[in-house]
């Protein structure tokens, strides 16, 4: 690993090498799981904001953050947190949880069933 002041010379890199700037950026590609036959590819900071991941994907599937849930491993991601805070390296896979909110005014119109099974809940996660 380069330090401060040293040259590409110093460190050995000689013409036509190959240098990996993903890191020396701190850059890593992760995967983010839309469902079980679609993925989608981004390439961003270790630091990047989950909250910032979520901005990506709504414009790649136009499914607004605040319906994203996003979970690496057995964590949910929280928007304010690093994906370097979780341990998302290069090549890590996200899961996306697509939530749909029902609220009392939208209970109107389903049948008993669909009633009782949402009883005594505000909100009703649908996963892909």
Known sequence: MMKNNETL????????????LY?????I????K????????????KTTMVEKVKELLYEKIGVPP???LLKFGSNFLTDSDV???FGVTNGSQLELYKIEI???EEKVGLDEDEEEKGEGSEYSNLID
Do not use: P
């Open 9 to 20: 010379a110093g460190c050995g890199v000689k013409k036509d090498s190959c240098i990996n």
């Open 23 to 27: 890191e020396i950026l701190r850059m």
């Open 29 to 32: 590609s992760i995967c983010v």
């Open 34 to 45: 839309i469902n079980k036959t679609e993925e989608i590819w981004f390439t961003v900071k």
């Open 66 to 68: 605040y319906k994203q």
């Open 83 to 85: 994906l370097d805070h």
């Open 102 to 104: 029902i609220f009392e």
